[in-house]
């Protein structure tokens, strides 16, 4: 996004950190920003043949909802953080409306992107209920349901009991 290294530079980095995470079996943890058309070339070309080798999340999701399917069908997660709560994140807000909750985490972004009505002071863990709450309302469900599939979520991912 800012353009701090090559283009090329940067998918090479991509790919060999997605087959460090493979070979050590955990999984990625990826940001992506303005790049989703490289981003999923690059996860698909790593999965051709190998399915469900790779596992990880795309943090901090604000991409389109057709991103987050193909991500998701690719056996990826999505990660929801204050962005959610924000005025003009209407965008963010249909991926959750869209996407399945089975698919999701929710997360801080700490010390960035506090939820509404923190302004700009910085984030922190306990603001992270207000992001599930967020997605409880936006989805039409209890948030105890949100706390459940999310945790249960993160326990598959990170292989946690």
């Given at each position: 996004?800012?353009?701090?290294?090559?283009?090329?530079?940067?998918k090479?980095?991509?790919?060999?950190?997605?087959?460090?995470a493979?070979?050590?079996?955990?999984?990625?943890l990826?940001?992506?920003?303005e790049?989703?058309?490289?981003?999923?070339?690059?996860?698909?070309?790593?999965?051709?043949?190998?399915?469900d080798?790779?596992?990880?999340?795309?943090?901090?999701?604000?991409?389109?909802?057709?991103?987050?399917e193909?991500?998701?069908?690719?056996?990826?997660?999505?990660?929801?953080?204050?962005?959610?709560?924000?005025?003009?994140?209407e965008?963010?807000?249909?991926?959750?409306?869209?996407?399945?909750?089975?698919?999701?985490?929710?997360?801080t972004?700490?010390?960035?992107?506090?939820?509404?009505?923190?302004?700009?002071?910085?984030?922190?863990?306990?603001?992270?209920?207000?992001?599930?709450?967020?997605?409880?309302?936006?989805?039409?469900?209890?948030?105890?349901?949100?706390?459940?599939?999310?945790?249960?979520?993160?326990?598959?991912?990170?292989?946690?009991?």
């Amino acid at each position: 996004f800012y353009d701090f290294a090559p283009k090329d530079d940067q998918k090479r980095a991509l790919v060999a950190q997605l087959r460090l995470a493979e070979r050590l079996g955990r999984p990625v943890l990826l940001h992506n920003r303005e790049s989703e058309q490289d981003l999923l070339g690059i996860l698909e070309s790593e999965a051709e043949g190998r399915p469900d080798r790779l596992r990880g999340v795309l943090h901090s999701f604000c991409a389109s909802t057709a991103t987050g399917e193909k991500a998701i069908a690719l056996g990826y997660l999505v990660s929801y953080s204050g962005m959610v709560t924000f005025r003009a994140a209407e965008n963010v807000r249909e991926s959750v409306a869209a996407l399945p909750l089975e698919s999701m985490l929710v997360e801080t972004d700490a010390p960035y992107l506090a939820p509404a009505p923190s302004g700009w002071k910085p984030n922190e863990p306990a603001y992270v209920g207000r992001v599930a709450a967020r997605l409880a309302e936006v989805k039409g469900i209890p948030l105890e349901e949100v706390g459940r599939a999310t945790t249960a979520n993160f326990r598959r991912l990170f292989g946690t009991p």
